[in-house]
């Protein structure tokens, strides 16, 4: 099979952005699930669904059950029944404290970061990850066939 060598490089450089976050979760003590739950309550909303921080960020029900619990217990989220057996994530006091001083700093360097990019080059980057997307979604979709 032949290398291609633009994929590879993609790859290296999503898993390079993929690691940044992960440094930045060991830095702040907590688990990389525990990072993207922390993250999905700042960027969804304090008291949003554990289905929603799923769907957003493509991570497992049963990894945000298990990190949730651990967070409850670590009194950093609290969490309340919704309709049916829907479950609203919410900051402690301890929760919006590291929230603060942690997530919320990282969401603007994320957002800055790409705001120094040109406005072009913003929404070709999201063109064409969009385009890659849908292209492996359709290719997957076909892959037993």
């Known amino acids: 099979m032949q290398k291609i060598a633009e994929l590879e490089e993609w790859f290296q450089l999503y898993k390079e952005y993929d690691d940044i976050f992960h440094d930045l979760s ?9 990072f993207i739950i922390f993250y999905g309550i700042c960027a969804l909303g304090n008291g949003c669904l554990q289905k929603d921080i799923c769907a957003n960020y493509f991570i497992s029900k049963q990894t945000v059950n298990s990190s949730t619990r651990r967070l409850e217990q670590d009194g950093y989220i609290y969490l309340k029944n919704g309709n049916g057996r829907d479950m609203h994530l919410y900051l ?10 942690n997530i919320y700093p990282v969401i603007r360097m994320e957002e800055e970061a790409f705001l120094e990019m040109a406005p072009h080059e913003r929404n070709e980057m999201v063109r064409l990850t969009r385009k890659y997307v849908a292209l492996m979604k359709e290719k997957a979709e076909h892959f037993f066939e």
């Open 92 to 101: 402690t006091p301890k929760g919006a404290q590291f929230a603060e001083k």
């Open 26 to 34: 060991l830095k702040m003590k907590i688990s990389d699930s525990a």
